[in-house]
């Protein structure tokens, strides 16, 4: 059976979690409680109601404790989702994603039940931020303080050089776990593989060392 999301506030990111759910093929409940906006979502998303959130019987008569997967997107009105995931909590909905607006929403969040706290707005900052330092960083994602995956683009001091060529696991303490070429995407890239200028290595590894083979090698 296909699993089913609900999805608590339309705006940009709540809207674009259900645009891609529904892209993907799942079923979404898209509620808000502007009917502009559920109006906006009605051909998009399998059931597009109007409903605030905050009201504990409009939750139960929408049944949402019988969703796989319920994402609360409200934004500014931080009471608002703080209520909301306390309901959700306390109905028993088994998965609850919410975005914080700040850390200290977060804190609130993370006791009274939310399983799962997203941060879109500071994590597509960072990432941002590493792109604009470094060109060669094309993408990155933080595992933990100390620990990244991260795209990088090959530069010429590489092009032909094979893997065993560059023994960047021995010299970085990092490994190469794909490598990106056009359309093609080698997701266990041999020893003997060549890297040619322009591919796009996805990269694993402690900050430091990540940083150190860009700065030597790309
Ligand atoms: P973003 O920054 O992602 O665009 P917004 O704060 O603009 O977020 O959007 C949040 C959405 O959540 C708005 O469409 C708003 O109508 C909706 N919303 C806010 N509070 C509630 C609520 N109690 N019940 C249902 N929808 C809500």
């Not at 509620?31 to 905050?54: G, L, Q």
């Not at 139960?60 to 609360?72: E, P, S, T």
């Not at 604009?132 to 995956?149: C, F, G, M």
């Amino acid at each position: 059976m296909k699993k089913q999301f609900a999805v608590i506030g339309l705006g940009r990111f709540g809207g674009s979690i259900c645009k891609e759910l529904s892209r993907l093929g799942m079923e979404v409940m898209a509620i808000d409680h502007s009917p502009e906006k559920v109006d906006e979502f009605k051909d998009i998303v399998t059931h597009a109601v109007v409903a605030n959130s905050t009201d504990e019987a409009a939750l139960k008569n929408l049944g949402i404790r019988n969703f796989d997967h319920v994402i609360v997107a409200i934004g500014d009105d931080i009471q608002s989702s703080i209520l909301t995931t306390l309901m959700l909590h306390e109905l028993g909905v088994k998965h609850i994603t919410v975005k914080a607006q700040n850390d200290y929403h977060e804190k609130v969040l993370e006791k009274i039940g939310a399983h799962e706290i997203v941060h879109p707005e500071r994590d597509i900052g960072i990432r941002i931020a590493h792109h604009i330092v470094s060109k060669n960083v094309l993408d990155y994602l933080e595992l933990s303080d100390e620990y990244s995956i991260v795209e990088l683009i090959a530069g010429e001091k590489i092009h032909g050089k094979t893997l065993i060529d560059l023994d960047i696991r021995a010299k970085y303490g990092i490994n190469i776990m794909a490598i990106k070429r056009k359309e093609e995407i080698n997701v266990s890239p041999q020893a003997y593989e060549k890297i040619c200028r322009g591919d796009i290595l996805i990269v694993i590894g402690a900050d430091r060392d990540i940083d150190r083979f860009e700065k030597q090698l790309l």
